[in-house]
């Protein structure tokens, strides 16, 4: 694709002068240090690496702290191996193999078996009630990816034909409407809406060249995603929410240029901030309440994921006889606990699935693995 | 009874074992605190059983053996006329694999194995417990278990593919310089074995005069907080999607020389095609290429499968490495997004750079990696992150399981 193309050249050239990339000269050999909020200093008084304060400084100073309140959800096992691609809804169920090649649905209607087609593999599954959205992407990413809408309740399959899908990117489902990445004029890399029951769809807005966007979340709330910059050594991410005008407008609390996930919510948004780019997948979470900013605590980056009324993001153990948790919040505002593994310490847990108002949810740990869903209202 | 694979390196077999730490060649830093300890059972000298008294089955007691004498780190042994003669029987019974037909059958034929003073090496795989039938179910495999996207770990198909290539002769050279490094590497897997995960030692498995501390070291004998070796600036993302193996060793030798070869040098001398690489070339190159293989460092690298190694274990071996040895690992992991949450997509097996841990007492362990993956070249919808990291030690554990090889490179 020709913004990819484009905007891939640019990040090489950018990134061709990388020998100062991700400094953190340690001494040589072994060097051992501690802890600071700056993390690199005593690694390296001329890292380039711009780190953040420790998570209790981010934030507005009208911060409160959520509790976490323990309300496990009913979980009930798939009947499927842990690693297993499943997506559980009320009514149907999309698996998809492990070559990743087959889906196949089965619902009170029936099933259907949708193969992802020739030097394809199935990349994103969206399922609710009424819809299943179903892309493949080219192996070699190359070609534009292949979306398949069908409508549940008839059996029906149709193509996103327009506007055509970007190879690849981020996809999100709500109230009928579908959003993904196309290629614009010039090449530019857009957001398309698309409204599944009668397949209009538009192009929308347009990454500036030399930019892009990622991590959609979408629920009857609104929805959200992640801008970025080609910056180095660490790109500058910016969370959105989209606005009436189909624009990404930044969430105004969130700390600039360390944001990651970010989902609409009723009383604003919930969003992560990544506090040291060297530790990637450990973000603090926050969220807008009628009271201000809310605090809501450690979870992993990429985890964040919208279902029914609440937004779930997963939290590892923070000690050794913690286990991993599915935190959730909702607007009341309150965050609870609505999933812990039974290992305790080394556990971790996947990337939540939602449907409809049914989450999958699996579990790892070395007290035992497992694969669950619940549903959230 | 033939001689046991004797050191190369300085020292000799009767020598005594007070061969402390602090006398050993730069960097090491065993002497500190409860590490004493274990530097007690590194000093002590693995005299390794005969070849002859292996059972096929391995880690078989061995008989009365000439002893040899081991470092902190093993040395590369000498072949011995008995590991000779069964790296021979092993390149024998190699066939042309254009008369083999099925990728069962193919698979069998290139998971062949041998067993070296009660050890098990098969090839392309490393040390292994597992038996060739299971070996060779891994590289049978019907299907990848990931997605398209590559990153340049060299996987089963790719393994059998790039066999198949390789005329009857090109491929028993090939297959005889790997078993004749791992024959000389073997005193390293049995140290390995013995230290981390407290397989006792051959019965006539002689220390010398000191007694082995017995048994594996405590966690505790590491510090608990933040270490690490290699310089932060001395990595770079992958230049090309199939080149993490050559990225990968461009920060190990980087960190060794003190000077970059670019990662174009390293992929010729890793015999990287746009399949990527094996993990086997990445530890023949470290071998070959840098002094993270003597005895001042690791030893020998080899390729050891973890497969039967609980978490603890693993983190052990890798403080071990990092923090004795002071040698970077060849982390082996296989890049899905439910270990790397911060992937856009899932990804093939994959190589990166251990070269730290956190032991984190309030916490759970990390580990400190450099990631040669960046997905922002790749793919622009998503950003760029910094390829030094620490994470959660345990996501790396369970992402190393999960390759189908499920071994690193140490």
């Known amino acids: ?377 | 009874m033939p001689p046991l694979p004797s050191r190369t390196q300085p020292g000799t077999p009767s020598e005594p074992t007070s061969d402390a730490p602090a006398e050993r060649g730069r960097g090491r830093r065993t002497a500190a605190g409860a590490a004493a300890a274990l530097a007690l059972t590194l000093a002590v000298a693995p005299f390794l059983p005969s070849d002859d008294d292996s059972g096929p089955d391995g880690l078989a007691p061995a008989g009365d053996a000439p002893p040899i004498a081991a470092s902190a780190a093993p040395g590369l042994g000498e072949l011995t006329p008995a590991m000779q003669r069964e790296i021979d029987r092993v390149v024998a019974a190699g066939r042309d694999l254009g008369a083999v037909d099925g990728r069962s059958a193919v698979a069998r034929e290139l998971a062949r194995c041998a067993t070296f003073a009660g050890q098990r090496y098969c090839l392309g795989v490393g040390w292994t417990t597992q038996d060739e039938a299971q070996v060779a179910a891994r590289l049978a495999a019907p299907a990848p278990r990931t997605g398209q996207e590559r990153t340049g770990d060299l996987g089963p198909a790719a393994i059998l593919a790039r066999a198949a290539r390789m005329s009857p002769r090109e491929r028993a050279a090939t297959e005889r310089a790997e078993l004749t490094m791992a024959a000389r590497s073997v005193a390293k897997v049995w140290q390995i074995r013995h230290e981390i995960q407290g397989v006792p030692l051959p019965e006539k498995f002689r220390v010398g005069s000191r007694a082995v501390v017995s048994g594996r070291p405590a966690a505790t004998a590491y510090p608990t907080d933040k270490y690490q070796i290699l310089n932060g600036r001395r990595t770079l993302a992958q230049n090309e999607y199939y080149w993490c193996g050559p990225a990968a060793m461009q920060a190990i030798a980087w960190g060794s020389q003190g000077k970059r070869m670019n990662q174009a040098f390293w992929a010729r001398r890793l015999r990287t095609s746009t399949a990527g690489t094996a993990i086997t070339d990445m530890v023949r190159v470290v071998n070959r290429h840098t002094d993270y293989d003597d005895e001042a460092h690791a030893g020998p690298y080899v390729a050891l499968d973890v497969a039967d190694f609980s978490f603890d274990e693993w983190y052990l071996l890798m403080m071990r490495h990092v923090h004795d040895y002071q040698a970077p690992v060849v982390l082996h992991p296989v890049l899905l997004k439910r270990y790397f949450p911060y992937l856009d997509d899932d990804a093939s097996g994959h190589f990166q750079v251990g070269r730290g841990f956190d032991q984190n007492p309030d916490g759970n362990p990390r580990l400190g990696y450099f990631e040669p993956w960046d997905q922002s070249r790749f793919d622009p919808s998503e950003p760029h992150i910094p390829r030094v990291q620490w994470r959660n030690a345990y996501r790396s554990y369970r992402a190393n399981q999960d390759h189908f090889q499920h071994n690193v490179g140490v």
Do not use: K
């Open chain 1, 1 to 377: 694709m020709a913004v990819r193309t484009a905007l891939a050249a640019a990040l090489l050239l950018a990134a061709t002068g990388c020998t100062a990339d991700d400094t953190d000269p340690a001494s040589s050999p072994g060097e051992r240090t501690t802890e600071t909020p700056s993390e690199t200093a005593p690694e390296s008084p001329a890292s380039t690496e711009p780190e953040t304060p420790e998570p209790s400084s981010t934030g507005s100073p009208t911060d409160t702290t959520a509790g976490d309140r323990v309300a496990l959800l009913d979980w009930q096992d798939t009947g499927e191996p842990v690693d297993a691609r499943v997506t559980v809804g009320d009514e149907w169920r999309v698996a998809v193999d492990r070559s990743r090649t087959t889906a196949e649905l089965t619902g009170p209607t029936g099933g259907l078996a949708l193969p992802a087609g020739p030097r394809r593999r199935f990349s994103e599954v969206l399922l609710d009630d009424e819809w299943a959205v179903l892309v493949a992407q080219d192996r070699a990413e190359s070609r534009p990816s292949v979306a398949r809408v069908v409508e549940l309740a008839t059996g029906d399959v149709r193509r996103v034909v327009t506007p055509e899908p970007a190879s690849g990117g981020s996809w999100a489902m709500a109230d009928g409407s579908l959003w993904y990445p196309t290629t614009g004029d010039g090449g530019a890399y857009c957001l398309a809406t698309l409204a599944l029951a009668d397949s209009n769809g538009e192009d929308g807005w347009c990454a500036e060249p030399r930019t892009g966007w990622s991590g959609l979340t979408a629920s009857s709330a609104g929805v959200g995603m992640m801008t970025f910059d080609d910056r180095r050594p660490v790109a500058c991410r910016t969370v959105n929410l989209v606005d009436g005008s189909g624009l990404p407008q930044p969430v105004a609390e969130a700390e600039p240029c360390t944001g990651w996930d970010v989902a609409a919510t009723e009383t604003g948004a919930i969003w992560s901030v990544v506090p040291r780019a060297r530790r990637q997948e450990e973000a603090t979470f926050h969220a807008t309440s009628e009271d201000g900013v809310v605090d809501l605590g450690a979870g992993t980056t990429g985890s964040l994921v919208p279902c029914g009324d609440s937004v779930f993001f997963v939290r590892d153990p923070q000690d050794r006889d913690d286990p991993a948790r599915l935190m959730r919040w909702t607007a009341g505002p309150e965050l609870e606990i609505a999933y812990e593994s039974r290992s305790r310490g080394n556990a971790f847990l996947g990337e939540p699935v939602c449907s409809g108002d049914v989450l999958t949810l699996s579990s790892y740990g070395q007290d035992g693995d497992e694969q669950v869903w619940a549903r959230v209202d």
